[in-house]
């Protein structure tokens, strides 16, 4: 099974599949201000039909006025040795009436043959430049990405931080009922999201509690090759889910598990340790949050879009 020539481009679209999904999360506008900071540090794994396919780190730190967010992660186990490769990204931005609103975005993926690096710089929620280095090729097939599909979007990073608005308990069926229109530097798409269910998780290591199990759907927009199976394969899918977990001392939710249906069985992303630092006049211990993402970037040899 190992030695298979059909495993690698499984193993490697079930990664950008995990990435897509997850990099792409809505993060919902509101009103209301945040009463807290707060900070997290996650260790994550991926898993494909139950084989580890990659590792990787997640910190946040949100204050009153500014946040960050870094992730970085890399093949591992069997994957590891059939396309070694590995990723980062990043987003900061400010804090406006409880959202997060992103100034700066930045990612590089290393693997055998390249390294690209992506950056995007916004403004209230508009594209005011970007950039890939190297420079991709022009393909007629490729459907064009205008001015106003980089109006109104949010990076990928700070789009998998959740917001939820209002005073009460923020792991609710609520927190699905939202959607974002997602620029990644190269792809202009919408997540959307829907309430599937709420469970109670209990981590190796630290968080115990409720998480919210939302249904992912993704609307590929412009900036793809429509023939890509890659893209075909996420359009048409219906049983992706993403549940999420509060990050102590805000009403941002963060992605807690990922999976996503494949050919060789469901690919699966989740957090082994996941540290929430609230701000100690608080009072609260930190928390351990499993999630097994970060190395899904890492997976890609070449451009699935």
Known sequence: MFNSPHLAPRLDRAGRLALAA?????????AEPVAA???????????????????????IDIQDDVFSAAASG???????????GSGTGASQGRVVNGALVATGYQASTTTSKKTET????L????????????????????????DAHRRGVWDPMTSSLLRVPGTGDPVTPEACHSGAPVFDGRMRYDLKLDFKRMETVKAEKGYRGPVVVCALYFVPVAGYIPDRPVIK?????RN????FAPIAGTRILVPFRLRVPDALGAGDAGSDQLHHHPPAAQGCEDAVIPFRHSGARAARARNPW
Do not use: M
Not at 38 to 47: D, F, I, N, P, W
Not at 77 to 83: C, E, F, Q, R, Y
Not at 131 to 145: A, K, L, S
């Open 37 to 59: 900071q707060g900070k997290l540090e996650a260790q994550y794994e991926a898993t494909l039909a139950g084989i580890p396919v990659g590792k990787g780190a997640w910190n």
């Open 240 to 243: 992706i889910e993403i549940a």
């Open 74 to 84: 890399g093949t591992s186990g069997i994957l590891k040795s059939i396309a070694n």
């Open 233 to 237: 394969y996420l359009a048409a899918q």
């Open 123 to 146: 403004d209230k929620g508009n594209v005011k430049e970007f950039g890939i280095v190297p420079e991709p090729p022009v393909d007629p097939d490729r459907i064009v990405v205008t």
């Open 118 to 121: 992506i950056h995007i710089t």
């Open 22 to 30: 997850f990099c792409g999360l809505v993060l919902a506008w509101g």
